[in-house]
């Protein structure tokens, strides 16, 4: 088995030994050097599959070292993991603009360093595959572009959103399209608090998804040399290959992009509603069986109670007959007695159609079209609220960028 190759290039000796006490086993070797110069020299004699590189060092700093590696061809694709003091935003974006693929911050313990170097290790490889399937694709893209304008396409997509069915479906839809505008781009899409990665032509590196996430979201575009981030609500852009040296196509990248972010960012608030329509319609469904069901046991239990107290009091009236007969009562005892008895069945009748289970089960169909009322009202009053958001969001300036 090869071992990997790991570089590390820091002026520190104490990270010196961390790092290598942390990382050297049967399945790694770590090479050392103590400046930048001297690190490209032995990055360029034997290449890494991996390089460490220190931010703050004495002559050139690791920013200006991973420039001119990017700018070698035997080491412009080797990964290079940035090590510094330093944790904020802009830091990690100067990382990323001179070519770096993840940001590690001092001080870091040995099992972190060895994760997120076998997570960028794992990066390299989904990388690979995904650049030969991008190229493929890339060429078809190309060929499908013929006679069609930017926006044509962009059109086209809006049309086929409105069938979508799933996050899945719209992020392949987006990704599709900007593959035929010939750029590499990775989306963030936000659903019921969930991050979800998408990307077209190469995996998404540990650092793009902390520049992504760290982001001012208030921010429309956000532009740092070829690259631009893109934010709405629910959704987020990372463009990498911007075309700077044509400024009419960026003009016009820049117009449609947010088109674009705009219908996929409505979609998302669609498909929520869709899902949580679909869920009351059978949680509506469900309470108005239950309400046909409990009906039909009462009519049937009125049914039955009255039914059997009519038989009831049928024999006890016959017996009571023949016990006058029995007792030989006088007529006006008689009508008497019967009197009552009319009266009593009367007043029992009465009582049998307003008892108290008829009042117990309106009181739970009540209940229950009170509840699923209240629903409807808290769901429709929400899906107010969120068309006023949308149309807010339309109108933010959509201009605003931020150069770095």
């Given amino acids: 088995m090869t071992q990997i ?26 090479r050392l050097a103590s400046d930048g110069e001297a690190g490209i020299a032995e990055a360029t004699r034997v290449v890494p599959d991996i390089i460490l590189l220190d931010v703050e060092m004495p002559g050139i700093n690791g ?30 974006m100067q ?16 099992e972190y360093l060895l994760a997120r170097i076998k997570v960028l290790l794992a990066f390299q490889e989904e990388k690979k595959a995904l650049r030969e399937q991008y190229e493929l694709a890339q060429k078809s893209a190309l060929i499908a572009m013929t006679g069609s304008s930017e926006l044509g396409i962009a059109m086209r997509f809006m049309e086929k959103s409105l069938a979508y069915q799933s996050i899945q479906e719209l992020a392949d839809g987006i990704l599709d399209v900007l593959s035929q505008l010939s750029l590499d781009c990775c989306i963030m899409i936000i659903e019921h608090g969930q991050y979800f990665w998408f990307s077209s032509a190469s995996a998404i590196s540990p650092l793009e998804k902390e520049l992504v996430e760290m982001c001012d979201k208030e921010a429309r575009f956000l532009d740092f ?3 631009t981030i893109i934010n709405y609500p629910r959704t987020s852009l990372l463009v990498r290959n ?6 009419e196509r960026y003009g016009r990248i820049k117009d449609l992009l947010p088109i674009l972010l705009s219908a996929i960012n409505s979609k998302i608030h669609t498909l929520a509603t869709q899902e949580a329509l679909t869920l009351q319609s059978s949680q509506l469904l469900e309470s108005f069986k239950m309400i046909r069901n409990s009906l039909y046991f009462l009519g049937k239990t009125i049914v039955n109670n009255r039914q059997d107290s009519a038989a009831i009091m ?47 089960a309106l009181t739970y169909i009540l209940n229950t079209l009170n509840a699923v009322v209240a629903k409807q009202e808290t769901l429709f009053a929400s899906f107010k609220a969120s068309l006023a958001t949308e149309l807010a969001e339309q109108n933010i300036n959509d201009d605003d960028i931020e150069l770095f």
């Fill in 314 to 360: 049928q024999k006890l009236v016959q017996d009571l007959n023949y016990d006058f007969l029995r007792m030989g009562l006088e007529e006006d005892q008689e009508e008497y007695l019967l009197q009552r008895i009319d009266t009593a069945i009367e007043e029992a009748t009465l009582e049998m159609d307003a008892g108290l289970e008829i009042r117990q």
């Fill in 5 to 30: 190759d790991i570089l590390a290039i820091d002026d520190d000796k104490f990270i010196q030994k961390v790092i290598s006490k942390s990382l050297t086993s049967d399945e790694m070797s770590v």
């Fill in 225 to 227: 040399g070829t690259r």
């Fill in 242 to 247: 911007m075309p700077l040296e044509d400024m």
């Fill in 63 to 92: 920013y200006e070292v991973c420039d001119r590696l990017r700018n070698i061809a035997v080491t412009q694709k080797v990964p290079i993991v940035f090590l510094s003091s330093h944790s904020s935003l802009r830091e990690r």
């Fill in 95 to 110: 990382g990323y603009e001179v070519g770096g693929d993840d940001y590690l911050v001092k001080p870091f313990e040995k």
